[in-house]
């Protein structure tokens, strides 16, 4: 009884000593991000492809909503749209991986998301300087004043918990491309938007954290680039794209994104589970390079350094007769021997795998985002990508072309739980198994010293 009693003791100093922490997290003003936009904000994510971990959230990933502070997950009802593309629980947006990555980047830290967003508003119903008559001009006046809205739920959430606003986030502009004269001021309309947000939270340079699409054709650079055509029923899309482009610089403290290649629902705009996993690891890894508060390392090894624990030697692990085949393949391709490929050399004419593969690998190759691909930038994906496909090979125990939680665990040569660590950072869509193309694409960015996406 008496040691029961001693025990019991030591519990309480210890529980009060740990509450009395001035390092315990609840104790921290909760780090809080504000998210804002139309319908892939909202978000088109399924609730029920999601690990139990997102699925149900824990208390250091917080969200406001319905008047306090909550874990983080999916919460709201798939509407008829989201239902007809498969969803039947709840849906989400970049913020589930947002969170989380944040949470993985600052392990000290409780973080917090205030999200308002609706589906296929424009700007004009965002502006802090909102009139119906103005909104009206796209069909948008019923909305109210959205900036309005936005200010109100974050001011609920202050007097709720004690919070630091330290982002904001802003994945909008679809919604202004179907009108060329609304197209035309997207640029001063987002200043006056993100200056409003600024100016309401007290933060006079909060960073803004935006994305921006790209698809086919359009490079990530616009400065001096003319689109060929516009999408049909779509008369401002250049200019919203060149608008947000020219944000980056126009803006201060901002950062843009480009979301390419983002997996989407089948025949629809809307971004499905997978996409919504990588966009959020997107907007996380871009605040963390703005902020220069990246954590690259994942148990304690840097991208590079687990890269060479999987067996990758990169240049120095090619003999000189493969540089020079793929030097010949590079000057075959080059029809005009300009020595640079072009979308036109690589994907259009091509004739080897399919359009799309090609495509893929030629927008890999690109590595400054400028449209043409060099030979320099030509033979250093084929040494990344050949490389990285010849160890999942070998990983690939039953040959079916993908690699399962257990076979990567039990072949990739790392121990523990930096396995499981490295293959969730892998396995971008959550479902436990790696396909060629998302390994490719987070061991490419991680080959190209880009970081872990967090």
């Not at 019991?8 to 003003?29: E, G, I, Q, Y």
């Not at 050399?345 to 795998?353: A, I, K, N, T």
């Not at 593969?357 to 043409?372: E, L, T």
Request: a negative charge; one cysteine or more.
């Amino acid at each position: 009884m008496p040691n029961c009693q001693l025990f019991v003791r030591l519990l309480l100093v210890a529980v009060a000593m740990w509450f009395a922490s001035p390092t315990h997290a609840a104790d921290k003003p909760i780090k809080t991000f504000i998210l804002a936009g139309q319908s892939n904000m909202v978000g088109w994510g399924d609730s029920t492809k999601l690990p139990d971990d997102l699925r149900k959230g824990n208390d250091r990933v917080l969200m406001f909503e319905n008047g306090k502070w909550q874990p983080l997950r999916p919460h709201e009802p798939a509407n008829q749209g989201q239902k007809r593309v498969g969803l039947t629980e709840f849906h989400f947006g970049p913020e589930i991986a947002f969170g989380h990555e944040m949470a993985k980047a600052w392990p000290e830290e409780t973080i917090g998301t205030i999200k308002f967003a609706i589906g296929g508003t424009s700007v004009l119903a965002w502006k802090p300087d909102w009139s119906r008559e103005d909104a009206d001009r796209v069909g948008q006046g019923r909305h109210g004043s959205l900036h309005k809205k936005l200010m109100e739920k974050v001011e609920a959430a202050k007097k709720s918990r004690d919070i630091e606003i330290v982002g904001f986030l802003w994945l909008q502009g679809g919604g202004d491309t179907k009108n060329a004269d609304v197209a035309k001021e997207y640029l001063d309309n987002l200043k006056s938007v993100v200056a409003a947000v600024r100016k309401d939270t007290g933060v006079a340079d909060l960073p803004l954290i935006y994305g921006t699409t790209r698809i086919e054709g359009i490079p990530d650079d616009l400065a001096d680039f003319q689109p060929p055509a516009l999408p049909p029923g779509r008369p401002g899309a250049w200019l919203v794209l060149k608008a947000q482009f020219d944000a980056q610089k126009e803006i201060p403290h901002s950062t843009m994104v480009i979301l390419r290649d983002i997996e989407k629902h089948p025949r629809n705009v809307h971004f499905n589970t997978a996409g919504q996993l990588e966009v959020g690891k997107l907007f996380a890894e871009a605040f963390l390079e703005y902020t220069g508060k990246a954590d690259i390392r994942l148990g304690g090894k840097s991208p590079l350094e687990i890269l060479a624990m999987l067996g990758a030697k990169g240049e120095d692990g090619v003999q000189p007769e493969k540089l020079e085949e793929y030097r010949r393949i590079f000057g075959f391709l080059d029809a005009n021997d300009d020595g640079d490929l072009s979308a036109k050399e690589f994907v259009e004419d091509g004739r080897y795998m399919t359009r799309q593969a090609r495509q893929g690998i030629f927008r890999a190759s690109d590595a400054n985002g400028d449209g043409v691909v060099s030979e320099e930038e030509y033979v250093t994906n084929r040494i990344i990508t050949d490389e990285a496909k010849a160890i999942m090979a070998k990983m690939d125990e039953d040959g079916d072309g993908k690699v399962a939680r257990d076979e990567f665990v039990g072949d990739c040569g790392l121990t523990g739980d930096l396995a499981e660590t490295v293959f969730m950072e892998f396995d971008t869509d959550g479902n436990g198994e790696l396909l060629v193309p998302e390994y490719l694409r987070v061991w490419g960015r991680w080959a190209r010293g880009k970081g872990t996406g967090r």
